[in-house]
């Protein structure tokens, strides 16, 4: 088992950034591809960013690219989503997943899930 603890989600006006943070343990391994999934109020989870476990590999989803950007530190079982110049249609629940398939973290169908950190972007 591997369990996943977001934290850094919060208030911050548009235009703003936030980072979050993904902290993994249990049945750890950095051959993990690590990623956010985002649901926003009213609508279906959403995938945003995967990481490879190596970290030379990045996905992204459109409407984040260039914005978002996903790292992993193997060393400390972490994962981060720096998010710059946020906009309101960010407001959601993010969740930090972990596959060991990439695709199966973009199409939701992750081994594991975190809680959700809450991001709420004001305009």
């Known amino acids: 088992q591997v369990q996943l603890v977001e934290s850094g989600g919060g208030l911050v006006q548009a235009g703003g950034s936030l980072r979050l943070s993904c902290a993994a343990s249990?049945?750890?391994?950095?051959?993990?591809?690590m990623g956010w999934l985002r649901r926003a109020p009213g609508k279906e989870r959403e995938f945003v960013a995967a990481?490879?476990?190596?970290?030379?590999?990045?996905y992204y989803q459109g409407s984040v690219k260039g914005r978002f950007t996903i790292s992993r530190d193997n060393a400390n079982n972490m994962v981060y989503l720096q998010m710059n110049s946020l906009k309101p249609e960010d407001t959601a629940v993010y969740y930090c997943a972990a596959d060991l398939s990439w695709s199966r973290i973009r199409d939701g169908y992750t081994a594991y899930w975190g809680q959700g950190t809450q991001v709420t972007v004001s305009s």
């Open positions: 249990g049945r750890t391994s950095s051959m993990y591809y």
């Open positions: 990481i490879s476990w190596s970290g030379s590999s990045t």
